[in-house]
Protein backbone atom coordinates (compact mmCIF):
# COMPACT_ATOMS: atom_id res chain seq x y z
CA UNK A 1 0.00 0.00 0.00
CA UNK A 2 1.57 3.38 -1.24
CA UNK A 3 2.05 5.72 1.42
CA UNK A 4 -0.21 8.53 -0.77
CA UNK A 5 -3.21 5.96 -0.11
CA UNK A 6 -2.95 5.60 3.55
CA UNK A 7 -2.35 9.48 3.75
CA UNK A 8 -5.77 9.43 1.82
CA UNK A 9 -7.28 6.82 3.76
CA UNK A 10 -6.02 8.85 7.32
CA UNK A 11 -7.83 11.95 5.60
CA UNK A 12 -11.09 9.74 5.25
CA UNK A 13 -11.04 8.56 8.69
CA UNK A 14 -10.48 11.97 10.44
CA UNK A 15 -13.44 13.50 8.19
CA UNK A 16 -15.51 10.72 8.74
CA UNK A 17 -15.71 11.34 12.74
CA UNK A 18 -16.59 15.32 11.76
CA UNK A 19 -19.65 13.10 9.54
CA UNK A 20 -20.32 10.52 12.72
CA UNK A 21 -21.11 13.90 15.12
CA UNK A 22 -23.45 14.95 12.31
CA UNK A 23 -25.38 11.85 12.35
CA UNK A 24 -25.08 11.30 15.82
CA UNK A 25 -27.45 14.06 16.36
CA UNK A 26 -29.94 12.21 13.78
CA UNK A 27 -30.24 9.18 15.64
CA UNK A 28 -30.70 10.43 18.79
CA UNK A 29 -33.15 12.36 18.20
CA UNK A 30 -34.59 9.14 16.29
CA UNK A 31 -33.38 6.72 18.74
CA UNK A 32 -35.89 8.53 21.86
CA UNK A 33 -38.13 10.85 20.50
CA UNK A 34 -38.83 8.25 16.77
CA UNK A 35 -39.22 11.02 14.54
CA UNK A 36 -37.09 11.41 11.75
CA UNK A 37 -35.42 15.16 11.37
CA UNK A 38 -35.63 15.76 7.77
CA UNK A 39 -34.13 19.10 8.11
CA UNK A 40 -31.28 17.64 10.19
CA UNK A 41 -29.00 19.10 7.52
CA UNK A 42 -30.34 22.20 7.08
CA UNK A 43 -30.30 22.89 10.95
CA UNK A 44 -26.31 21.88 10.46
CA UNK A 45 -25.94 24.47 7.71
CA UNK A 46 -27.54 27.22 9.89
CA UNK A 47 -24.67 26.47 12.43
CA UNK A 48 -21.95 26.48 9.76
CA UNK A 49 -23.25 29.95 9.32
CA UNK A 50 -23.64 31.05 12.82
CA UNK A 51 -20.16 29.74 12.95
CA UNK A 52 -18.70 31.24 10.18
CA UNK A 53 -20.65 34.97 11.34
CA UNK A 54 -19.12 34.59 14.90
CA UNK A 55 -15.19 33.90 12.89
CA UNK A 56 -16.25 36.81 10.58
CA UNK A 57 -17.47 39.62 12.82
CA UNK A 58 -15.49 38.58 16.48
CA UNK A 59 -13.07 36.59 14.55
CA UNK A 60 -13.81 33.75 16.81
CA UNK A 61 -12.23 30.39 15.44
CA UNK A 62 -14.56 27.65 15.11
CA UNK A 63 -13.33 25.87 17.65
CA UNK A 64 -13.71 28.77 20.39
CA UNK A 65 -16.64 30.15 19.11
CA UNK A 66 -18.38 26.67 19.00
CA UNK A 67 -19.78 26.12 22.43
CA UNK A 68 -21.52 29.15 21.40
CA UNK A 69 -23.57 27.45 18.62
CA UNK A 70 -24.19 24.77 20.40
CA UNK A 71 -25.81 26.31 23.50
CA UNK A 72 -27.76 28.60 20.66
CA UNK A 73 -28.76 25.34 18.94
CA UNK A 74 -29.45 23.36 21.88
CA UNK A 75 -32.12 26.18 23.08
CA UNK A 76 -33.35 26.04 19.42
CA UNK A 77 -33.94 22.79 19.80
CA UNK A 78 -35.46 22.25 22.69
CA UNK A 79 -38.00 25.07 22.37
CA UNK A 80 -39.09 23.34 18.81
CA UNK A 81 -39.41 20.21 20.12
CA UNK A 82 -41.97 21.93 22.76
CA UNK A 83 -43.73 24.23 20.85
CA UNK A 84 -44.19 21.92 17.72
CA UNK A 85 -42.77 18.64 17.29
CA UNK A 86 -44.03 17.29 20.48
CA UNK A 87 -47.81 17.39 19.05
CA UNK A 88 -46.67 15.42 16.27
CA UNK A 89 -44.79 12.84 18.40
CA UNK A 90 -46.75 9.59 17.57
CA UNK A 91 -48.50 11.02 14.56
CA UNK A 92 -48.11 8.73 11.62
CA UNK A 93 -45.31 9.12 9.64
CA UNK A 94 -46.36 11.25 6.41
CA UNK A 95 -47.66 14.13 9.17
CA UNK A 96 -44.08 14.08 10.62
CA UNK A 97 -42.45 13.91 7.20
CA UNK A 98 -44.66 17.56 5.89
CA UNK A 99 -43.90 19.16 9.14
CA UNK A 100 -39.82 18.38 8.94
CA UNK A 101 -39.71 19.03 5.07
CA UNK A 102 -41.39 22.57 5.59
CA UNK A 103 -38.74 23.07 8.54
CA UNK A 104 -35.99 22.50 5.73
CA UNK A 105 -37.99 24.08 3.32
CA UNK A 106 -38.42 27.49 4.95
CA UNK A 107 -34.56 26.97 6.36
CA UNK A 108 -32.93 26.63 3.38
CA UNK A 109 -34.88 29.83 1.61
CA UNK A 110 -34.15 31.77 5.38
CA UNK A 111 -30.55 30.92 4.27
CA UNK A 112 -31.32 32.21 0.97
CA UNK A 113 -32.33 35.34 2.25
CA UNK A 114 -29.77 36.23 4.93
CA UNK A 115 -26.56 35.20 3.30
CA UNK A 116 -27.28 34.95 -0.20
CA UNK A 117 -26.38 32.29 -2.78
CA UNK A 118 -22.89 32.51 -2.64
CA UNK A 119 -20.64 30.45 -0.83
CA UNK A 120 -18.86 31.34 2.64
CA UNK A 121 -15.84 29.79 3.85
CA UNK A 122 -13.68 30.18 6.77
CA UNK A 123 -9.95 30.26 6.94
CA UNK A 124 -8.30 29.25 9.77
CA UNK A 125 -4.49 30.67 10.58
CA UNK A 126 -3.44 27.40 10.54
CA UNK A 127 -5.30 26.26 7.54
CA UNK A 128 -2.68 24.83 5.33
CA UNK A 129 -0.48 23.04 8.57
CA UNK A 130 0.08 19.65 8.70
CA UNK A 131 1.73 17.17 11.26
CA UNK A 132 4.66 14.86 9.87
CA UNK A 133 4.06 11.06 11.12
CA UNK A 134 7.14 9.48 9.33
CA UNK A 135 6.15 9.31 5.92
CA UNK A 136 2.77 10.43 6.70
CA UNK A 137 1.38 13.80 6.41
CA UNK A 138 -1.84 15.00 8.62
CA UNK A 139 -3.84 17.83 8.12
CA UNK A 140 -4.10 19.91 11.43
CA UNK A 141 -7.35 21.24 10.73
CA UNK A 142 -9.10 17.74 9.96
CA UNK A 143 -6.82 16.06 13.32
CA UNK A 144 -8.24 19.03 15.14
CA UNK A 145 -11.89 18.42 13.87
CA UNK A 146 -11.69 15.12 14.54
CA UNK A 147 -10.39 15.36 18.07
CA UNK A 148 -13.72 17.31 18.77
CA UNK A 149 -15.47 15.23 17.16
CA UNK A 150 -14.48 12.24 18.94
CA UNK A 151 -14.36 13.98 22.00
CA UNK A 152 -18.11 15.11 22.04
CA UNK A 153 -18.86 11.68 20.94
CA UNK A 154 -17.39 9.89 23.89
CA UNK A 155 -18.44 12.70 26.29
CA UNK A 156 -22.66 12.33 24.75
CA UNK A 157 -21.95 8.50 25.10
CA UNK A 158 -20.73 8.92 28.62
CA UNK A 159 -23.98 10.89 29.73
CA UNK A 160 -26.54 8.56 28.44
CA UNK A 161 -24.77 5.83 30.28
CA UNK A 162 -23.69 7.40 33.56
CA UNK A 163 -25.72 10.06 34.42
CA UNK A 164 -29.54 9.87 35.98
CA UNK A 165 -31.02 12.26 32.86
CA UNK A 166 -29.36 10.20 30.74
CA UNK A 167 -30.54 6.91 32.05
CA UNK A 168 -33.93 8.35 32.15
CA UNK A 169 -34.38 9.44 28.33
CA UNK A 170 -33.25 5.54 27.71
CA UNK A 171 -35.80 4.54 30.00
CA UNK A 172 -38.56 6.44 27.81
CA UNK A 173 -36.53 5.03 24.63
CA UNK A 174 -36.71 1.14 26.09
CA UNK A 175 -40.52 1.58 27.20
CA UNK A 176 -42.13 4.54 26.95
CA UNK A 177 -45.06 3.02 29.15
CA UNK A 178 -43.14 2.24 31.52
CA UNK A 179 -41.41 5.22 31.99
CA UNK A 180 -44.75 7.13 32.37
CA UNK A 181 -45.65 4.48 35.31
CA UNK A 182 -42.71 5.74 37.03
CA UNK A 183 -43.47 8.81 36.76
CA UNK A 184 -40.99 10.11 34.41
CA UNK A 185 -41.86 13.55 32.58
CA UNK A 186 -41.40 11.97 28.98
CA UNK A 187 -42.80 15.74 27.35
CA UNK A 188 -39.31 17.01 29.22
CA UNK A 189 -37.02 14.41 28.14
CA UNK A 190 -37.85 14.39 24.14
CA UNK A 191 -37.33 17.89 24.57
CA UNK A 192 -34.36 17.89 26.66
CA UNK A 193 -33.10 14.97 23.75
CA UNK A 194 -34.17 17.29 20.63
CA UNK A 195 -32.26 19.72 22.13
CA UNK A 196 -28.88 17.40 22.63
CA UNK A 197 -29.44 16.15 19.24
CA UNK A 198 -29.23 19.71 17.74
CA UNK A 199 -26.68 20.82 19.68
CA UNK A 200 -24.84 17.88 17.97
CA UNK A 201 -25.77 19.38 14.65
CA UNK A 202 -23.97 22.94 16.12
CA UNK A 203 -21.00 21.27 17.33
CA UNK A 204 -20.72 19.19 13.92
CA UNK A 205 -21.61 21.85 11.85
CA UNK A 206 -19.02 24.34 13.79
CA UNK A 207 -16.81 21.99 13.09
CA UNK A 208 -17.56 21.30 8.97
CA UNK A 209 -17.00 25.15 8.69
CA UNK A 210 -13.28 24.58 8.94
CA UNK A 211 -14.07 22.18 6.42
CA UNK A 212 -15.78 23.00 3.62
CA UNK A 213 -17.60 26.08 2.34
CA UNK A 214 -21.54 26.69 3.11
CA UNK A 215 -23.95 27.38 1.07
CA UNK A 216 -28.04 27.38 1.00
CA UNK A 217 -28.08 24.07 -1.04
CA UNK A 218 -25.37 22.44 1.19
CA UNK A 219 -28.19 21.92 3.89
CA UNK A 220 -30.04 18.87 1.97
CA UNK A 221 -26.93 17.38 0.81
CA UNK A 222 -25.91 17.23 4.60
CA UNK A 223 -29.22 15.49 5.01
CA UNK A 224 -28.92 12.95 2.72
CA UNK A 225 -25.33 12.53 4.07
CA UNK A 226 -26.58 11.86 7.79
CA UNK A 227 -29.41 9.26 6.23
CA UNK A 228 -26.72 6.98 4.44
CA UNK A 229 -24.72 6.71 7.50
CA UNK A 230 -27.11 6.51 10.17
CA UNK A 231 -28.88 3.71 7.70
CA UNK A 232 -25.35 2.38 7.23
CA UNK A 233 -24.87 2.27 10.77
CA UNK A 234 -27.89 1.21 12.30
CA UNK A 235 -30.55 3.57 13.28
CA UNK A 236 -30.68 4.29 16.70
CA UNK A 237 -27.19 3.07 17.56
CA UNK A 238 -24.94 5.42 18.57
CA UNK A 239 -21.39 3.43 17.72
CA UNK A 240 -23.19 2.62 14.17
CA UNK A 241 -23.38 6.13 14.04
CA UNK A 242 -19.58 6.43 15.15
CA UNK A 243 -18.67 3.24 12.57
CA UNK A 244 -21.40 4.41 9.73
CA UNK A 245 -19.43 7.85 9.16
CA UNK A 246 -15.71 6.48 9.52
CA UNK A 247 -16.90 4.09 6.86
CA UNK A 248 -18.64 6.69 4.65
CA UNK A 249 -15.62 9.44 4.87
CA UNK A 250 -13.27 6.31 4.00
CA UNK A 251 -15.74 5.51 0.73
CA UNK A 252 -15.84 9.54 -0.51
CA UNK A 253 -11.65 9.97 -0.19
CA UNK A 254 -11.19 6.43 -1.83
CA UNK A 255 -13.61 7.76 -4.81
CA UNK A 256 -11.49 10.97 -5.48
CA UNK A 257 -8.47 8.69 -5.27
CA UNK A 258 -9.43 6.10 -7.69
CA UNK A 259 -11.70 7.95 -9.87
CA UNK A 260 -12.99 11.42 -9.26
CA UNK A 261 -14.21 13.68 -6.75
CA UNK A 262 -17.28 13.77 -8.67
CA UNK A 263 -17.80 10.17 -7.92
CA UNK A 264 -17.88 10.38 -4.08
CA UNK A 265 -21.43 9.88 -4.25
CA UNK A 266 -21.85 6.93 -6.14
CA UNK A 267 -19.71 4.90 -3.31
CA UNK A 268 -21.62 5.87 -0.80
CA UNK A 269 -24.70 4.78 -2.46
CA UNK A 270 -23.07 2.06 -3.09
CA UNK A 271 -22.20 1.17 0.54
CA UNK A 272 -26.38 1.90 1.52
CA UNK A 273 -27.06 -0.42 -0.97
CA UNK A 274 -25.00 -3.15 0.05
CA UNK A 275 -26.01 -2.64 3.72
CA UNK A 276 -29.75 -2.73 3.11
CA UNK A 277 -29.23 -5.86 0.83
CA UNK A 278 -27.35 -7.98 3.08
CA UNK A 279 -27.99 -6.49 6.39
CA UNK A 280 -31.21 -3.81 6.40
CA UNK A 281 -30.39 -3.46 10.28
CA UNK A 282 -27.18 -1.47 9.71
CA UNK A 283 -24.19 -2.64 10.53
CA UNK A 284 -24.95 -1.96 14.02
CA UNK A 285 -28.74 -1.83 14.85
CA UNK A 286 -30.48 -4.88 16.11
CA UNK A 287 -33.27 -6.51 14.27
CA UNK A 288 -36.69 -5.58 14.91
Known amino acids: MSVDLVNQIITGLLTGLVYSLLALGLSVIFGVVRVVNFAHGEMTALAMYGAWALSTYLDLDPLVGMPVVVV ?100 CADNLVGAKVIGLDVKRLYAVTFGIGTACVGAAGALLSMLIDVMPPTGPELTLLAFIIVIVGGLGSMTGALLGGMLIGVSEVLAGYFLMPSMKSMFSFAILILVLVLRPQGLLGAKR
Not at 111 to 131: E, M, R
Request: glycine share 10%; net charge positive; proline share 3%.
Open 72 to 171: VMFAAGYLLQRGLVDSFVGKPEHMQFILMVSLAIIMVNSSLLGFGPDAHGIQVSYGFDTYEVGPLLIDKVRLLAAGASLAISLMLMAFFRLTLMGKAIRA
